[in-house]
């Protein structure tokens, strides 16, 4: 699954890739597979919908003991929301089958993946890049992605690190979900679609849970080897043939279990029950060397007990397509690789730890152990779902390109180098304007919120994958300070963020992270000095009745539009605080004279001046809020359309709000600082 996806995100990249699969089929083992938030959102990316090839949203999570005594169960449709992406459960052919569509495909971006069946590879040379196959022939590339799992050959390059028998086997199969309602032994256990079910006994517990459009029941069946006989051979790693009698002896070993749960153990075919030995590892000392790499279990076996095996696997394989991206040079091969490590290594090592900790056995009526665990996995839970590994791993080649070419940054930085002049401060005399502020609030990506903050100053606040913005366009109008003329801005927020101060605390407010302008004299006032992140374009406005719509663009070239509907008129009490009264933070940043290496300034500066509505302000709510957003190239926004690119890749999950206020003023941040 790791290899394929890596495959179909190198192909999108425009790169020529060919898969050699040792078996016959090219076919996915095993029965289903659970692909959680973090994992569901890079085949998403993809283009993989695997809820349309049968996956079902995970919707109940439930623990039980042997014994049928309910532990708890959690309705998951209550923390969705947190999560961008449904954790899934899914049969692994359908994924697997949909990845190896996408990636062979003549349809698509990129040319299509060429995968060849019956090739084993006996050996590989990593200086040369070169495959060798059984029977003697060779092929050699620019890079070789080792996703040979569990028994990979392609590890035995980089070190000596081999798995071993972790004391736990399981025996998987799918039962028929139709057939399992009609037994009444059964009872009401399975009653719930989309439920995740385990059933714990001292040293062996029992995964449960649908899939395939809800009509096929998965089992996992986890006990000790001894129980089983695993035999001491190779087809330990990829589950043995029904050699021994693979039912009766399961339900042996379960015989104590709630009798509903044996019902449905004994529906399983006996031919379809097949015993996997779980194999661990110690984490290696590396996953790359020269033009290779490894990825999933061939980087790092996972056990079950959490999983992530699959999700580990689908995360390195959109680190590895993020460090490639279209053009990437041959001889930067090793230290794209390099990084890959770096944003893959640490990660895998921490949830791999975190699964082997839920897979102890814990002695029955042991409460105190048992919370202690849950306990452990409520802090690991957001750090393993609330994760994008191709944000974070785009962000981290971005900051690879930028010390490698050391560019002229100037503001906004959150958007890469500023193309432009540095400018100037300048000045404001006591102000008589007036304004007219509209603003459309979003629900949206945290990750890619998260990657527009400067992240060694400012965090976003809270758990989950989702988080608050908005944009908010002013009309200036009787500025003093232009000769009683006026001006338009639309600036971009990000809510709910902490800036970091000197002694370690921190401070909540919201990040301004850039201010589209149609004035170069308001541009050149605020941006250098305070740290107001100002940038040009052409702002048009038109209010016709009820709606205010915005349009902006940069010399005829339209890439933003803001409308708000069936505005009325409200109360401050109903309309609350705008997105301007929280405290507002921005990144200044001024690089040094002659040496780009070392900045000038590169702090936080609060603007703490709250904004509190005056009664003489009108205050108007909009019922429904519109935002467009449409990147172009480098010729058609040539100083913009990196700010673009970044501004129209965040979706907006759900409008919170639209508003508008008329009143007069200007604060002028006099009180800023720097924390």
Not at 274 to 291: E, I, N, V
Not at 311 to 330: K, R, Y
Not at 482 to 504: M, P, S, T
Not at 608 to 626: F, H, Y
Request: glycine letters at 8%; aromatic letters at 8%; charged letters at 25%.
């Amino acid at each position: 699954m790791g290899g394929l996806a890596a495959a179909l995100g190198l192909r999108k990249n425009g790169h020529h890739v060919t898969v050699f699969e040792q078996s016959r089929s090219a076919a996915e083992l095993g029965a289903a597979v659970i692909l959680a938030p973090n994992a569901n959102g890079i085949i998403k990316r993809l283009g993989i919908d695997a809820e349309k090839d049968g996956a079902q949203p995970m919707q109940w999570h439930t623990e039980n003991t042997a014994s049928g005594e309910l532990l708890r169960r959690t309705d998951l449709a209550k923390t969705a929301g947190l999560w961008q992406h449904h954790g899934i459960l899914c049969r692994r052919s359908a994924i697997h089958d949909a990845l190896k569509s996408a990636a062979t495909s003549t349809e698509g971006a990129g040319p299509p993946v060429k995968l060849h069946v019956c090739s084993r590879v006996v050996d590989v040379i990593v200086e040369s890049a070169t495959l060798i196959f059984e029977g003697g022939a060779r092929v050699k590339g620019d890079l070789i992605i080792g996703a040979d799992g569990v028994k990979s050959v392609t590890r035995t390059k980089l070190h000596d690190v081999r798995p071993f028998p972790s004391g736990k086997s399981a025996y998987r199969f799918l039962v028929d979900r139709k057939k399992a309602l009609e037994n009444r032994v059964v009872g009401d256990i399975i009653d719930k679609e989309g439920e995740f079910s385990i059933w714990y006994g001292r040293d062996r517990r029992i995964w449960m849970y649908t899939t395939q459009f809800n009509e096929l029941l998965n089992f996992v069946c986890m006990h000790p080897d001894a129980l089983s006989e695993v035999p001491a051979s190779e087809e330990a790693f990829g589950g043995s043939e029904n050699t021994f009698d693979n039912k009766a002896r399961m339900m042996e070993i379960f015989k104590e279990f709630d009798p509903r749960v044996l019902a449905l153990l004994e529906l399983a075919e006996p031919s379809s029950v097949r015993l996997w030995q779980l194999f661990d590892m110690d984490p290696p000392p590396m996953r790359h060397a020269g033009s290779l790499c490894l990825l999933g279990d061939a980087a790092l076996p996972f056990l079950p007990h959490i999983g992530q095996g699959a999700a580990c696997a689908l995360e390195d394989a959109a680190s590895i397509a993020a460090v490639f991206p279209p053009g990437t040079n041959q001889k930067e091969i090793p230290e794209r690789l390099k990084l890959y490590e770096e944003c893959r290594k640490g990660r895998a090592e921490e949830i791999h730890s975190f699964s082997r900790l839920l897979g102890h056995d814990l002695e029955l009526g042991d409460e105190d152990a048992r919370v202690n665990r849950d306990l452990t996995a409520v802090k690991y839970f957001p750090y393993i779902f609330g994760y994008d590994e191709h944000d974070h791993t785009t962000q981290k080649f971005r900051e690879y390109i930028y010390k490698k070419t050391l560019p002229h940054w100037s503001m906004p930085t959150s958007f890469g180098p500023m193309p432009g002049p540095r400018q100037t401060f300048y000045g404001k005399p006591p102000d008589t304007s007036t304004f007219v502020r509209s603003s459309v609030k979003f629900k949206t990506s945290r990750t890619l919120l998260q990657n527009l903050l400067p992240s060694h100053l400012m965090t976003l606040a809270g758990p989950g994958s989702t988080a608050f913005a908005s944009f908010s366009h002013t009309i200036w109008s009787n500025v003093s300070w232009l000769g009683g003329r006026g001006y338009n801005e639309l600036v971009f927020y990000i809510h709910g963020v902490q800036g970091v101060k000197a002694d370690g605390s921190s401070l909540p407010g919201s990040f301004l992270g850039v201010t589209f302008v149609d004035s170069a004299d308001v541009i050149v006032g605020d941006r250098e000095d305070l740290g107001m992140p100002k940038v040009f374009c052409d702002l048009h406005t038109q209010r016709t009745g009820s709606t205010y719509v915005l349009k902006a663009s940069w010399h005829g070239t339209e890439f933003a539009e803001m409308r708000l509907y069936d505005v009325v008129e409200t109360t401050a009490e109903a309309m609350g605080k705008g997105v301007d009264s929280d405290r507002v933070f921005t990144h200044r940043y001024i690089p040094a004279m002659g040496n780009k290496a070392e900045p000038i300034a590169d702090s936080i500066v609060c603007l703490p001046s709250v904004r509190t509505l005056r009664s003489d302000e009108k205050r108007k709510r909009a019922a429904r809020g519109v935002v467009n957003l449409t990147k172009h190239d480098a010729k058609a926004l040539p100083t913009l359309h990196h700010i673009l690119a970044r501004l129209a890749e965040l979706p907006i999950f759900e409008v919170i709000e639209g508003t508008v206020v008329e009143g007069a003023g200007m604060l002028n941040h006099d009180d800023a600082y720097t924390i």
